[in-house]
């Protein structure tokens, strides 16, 4: 297989002389988000092009047309971000927002500041585009006019608003939750209601405190870019979004925001290691899998939540892989097999595993879904309440409070999913419609960035929306020269009739009685 693919890039980038340069920005220190953007530069090269990618991971092993720019000042600027995780469940939602724009500017900066990003913007180097992660550092974005290159955004979360600005990509308030509210496009009036003032609330906190905040860093470390801030992240050539609509519900894009979620799974699977392996084959009543992602640890957890978690599991007939950071668990019960790190794809695959317990992060949930295995969901930041929120609805997981859970409520929701087949089954049928595209959504990727560098920015997807301020976006401007029409009709015309009709009556008593005096 490999060779396969060695040659297959080797006919590919001997068939195409005019391969393309790329630079790729992965400016958030996770490592799920890095994975995403990383099969991307991996499936360009493949495709015979070169790509430069700026992130926290360099490659172990070199790849051929692959070069790494590291950039450790990332990761110390989210350190206290990534310390906060956990207690972040406690804040309200409109507090969660400040904070990610708080972090972005630290994170915006820190790359700015790094000394080897500083060295690539004064070099000569030349690219065909630049693929930027879109992770609150809109400023960022400036670098395609300092390269004089085309805007791409990929976006490893969701399609927030800041995202969905930079193409114009509708998003009708009354069918398209927001994606850090815990709802689906199906709303009752009051959370039609709640989405709403919260997008206002987002809108304002944008036009008011976060864009201009990315603006002065735009101006501080672009001070040659002749475009402003706002035309420039509104010129964006191409947006790939980590979504599908199977994964999620039908909704509106512009033509040049494409679906590609899950293109870090390329389904190749690896042998086990041998003890994790022995562990699934001889649990008796299947596995779950537990693990909260690369940035949440549970070893961070309060004592007593892990006391909590481990009565859940203790005396449980299925055996628990729980993903903990600590060598030590006290109070570990013999079913529970912990380690810092498990291949989660691999895990997910086998048959043993009955069901994945995730924070519900959308990289997680895709994975989840495409090996058919239903999800447990402890949502705490960002896209996670609303992933859980649609697996509740769609019928493939359980979602439940971690900031009030109790032992019993995990217990019964491992019990519940292992024992009713309907979530097996529901989730089964998402993982056959999933996988059922005409391309892989890598190819689809490699294949749209290809389309808008031949096409130098394909300015002809570029929607007319981007050049229209709110009000006529919105035709505002249209239903207030509407309304005063009616507002007249109604108020002013019978005012005016009724005077036409004195002046009239009274005209006539005046002729009546004889004369009239002309002016
Ligand atoms: C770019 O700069 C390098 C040295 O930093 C130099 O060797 C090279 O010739 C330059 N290339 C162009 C096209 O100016
Ligand atoms: C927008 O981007 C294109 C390249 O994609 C560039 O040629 C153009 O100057 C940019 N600015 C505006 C305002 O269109
Ligand atoms: C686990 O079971 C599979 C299938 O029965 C078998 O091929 C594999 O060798 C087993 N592995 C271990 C470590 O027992």
């Given at each position: 297989m490999r060779l396969f693919t060695l040659i297959l890039a080797l006919i590919f980038s001997l068939g195409s002389s005019s391969g393309y340069k790329f630079l790729m920005i992965?400016?958030?220190?996770?490592r799920s988000h890095f994975n995403v953007g990383h099969a991307l530069a991996k499936g360009l090269v493949q495709a015979g092009h070169e790509i430069t990618v700026a992130s926290v991971f360099p490659l172990k092993k070199p790849i051929p047309g692959y070069h790494d720019i590291y950039i450790p000042n990332v990761i110390n600027a989210m350190r206290g971000d990534l310390a906060g995780l956990w207690a972040s469940?406690?804040?309200s939602v409109t507090q969660k927002l400040i904070d990610h724009y708080q972090m972005g500017f630290r994170l915006t900066r820190a790359l700015f500041e790094e000394p080897n990003f500083q060295e690539l913007l004064k070099s000569n180097k030349s690219f065909d585009a630049i693929i930027c992660e879109t992770?609150?550092?809109?400023?960022?974005?400036?670098l395609a006019e300092h390269f004089k290159a085309p805007l791409i955004g990929l976006s490893t979360g969701g399609g927030l608003t800041f995202i969905t600005d930079m193409v114009g990509s509708p998003a009708p308030a009354s069918f398209v939750?927001?994606?850090?509210?815990?709802?689906?496009?199906?709303?009752t009036l009051f959370e039609r209601l709640a989405n709403v003032a919260f997008l206002a609330y987002e809108r304002l906190l944008l036009d008011y405190y976060y864009l201009p905040g990315q603006e002065q860093l735009y101006q501080e470390f672009f001070p040659d870019n002749k475009q402003s801030f706002y035309e420039m992240r509104r010129n964006a050539s191409l947006v790939l979004i980590n979504q599908h609509v199977s994964l999620s519900f039908p909704r509106p894009y512009a033509p040049n925001m494409v679906e590609v979620g899950g293109m870090h799974i390329d389904g190749k699977l690896s042998p086990l290691p041998e003890r994790i392996e022995r562990f699934l084959n001889e649990s008796e009543h299947g596995v779950i899998y537990f693990s909260m992602g690369s940035n949440l640890k549970s070893k961070d957890l309060p004592p007593a939540k892990v006391q909590e978690i481990l009565k859940a599991f203790r005396g449980l007939k299925q055996r628990v892989l729980w993903k903990f950071e600590l060598e030590d668990l006290p109070n570990k019960p013999d079913n529970v097999y912990i380690s810092d790190w498990f291949p989660q794809t691999d895990i997910l695959a086998?048959?043993?595993?009955?069901?994945f317990a995730t924070h519900g992060g959308m990289l997680s949930t895709t994975e989840s879904i495409y090996h058919g295995k239903p999800v447990i969901g402890l949502p705490i930041f960002s896209d996670q309440f609303f992933n859980m929120a649609h697996a509740e609805q769609t019928g493939y997981g359980i979602m439940l409070d971690f900031k009030a859970l109790k032992a019993q409520d995990f217990r019964a929701a491992i019990e519940r999913i292992t024992s009713e087949p309907s979530y097996a089954e529901v989730v089964r049928g998402m993982s056959f419609r999933y996988r059922?595209?005409?391309?892989?959504p890598l190819e689809n990727a490699v294949y749209w960035v290809e389309h808008v560098t031949r096409h130098q920015g394909a300015a002809y997807l570029k929607s007319a929306a981007q050049r229209l301020n709110w009000w006529q976006y919105h035709n505002a401007d249209v239903l207030l020269i509407l309304f005063a029409v009616v507002i007249f009709t109604i108020i002013l015309l019978p005012y005016v009739i009724l005077r036409l009709l004195t002046k009239l009556v009274l005209g006539e008593k005046k002729t009546q009685g004889g004369k009239v005096k002309l002016n």
């Open positions: 992965l400016n958030s220190p996770g469940i406690q804040k992770f609150y550092n809109d400023a960022h974005y400036g939750p927001h994606i850090m509210l815990p709802f689906n496009d199906h709303m086998h048959p043993k595993v009955l069901a059922d595209q005409q391309h892989t």
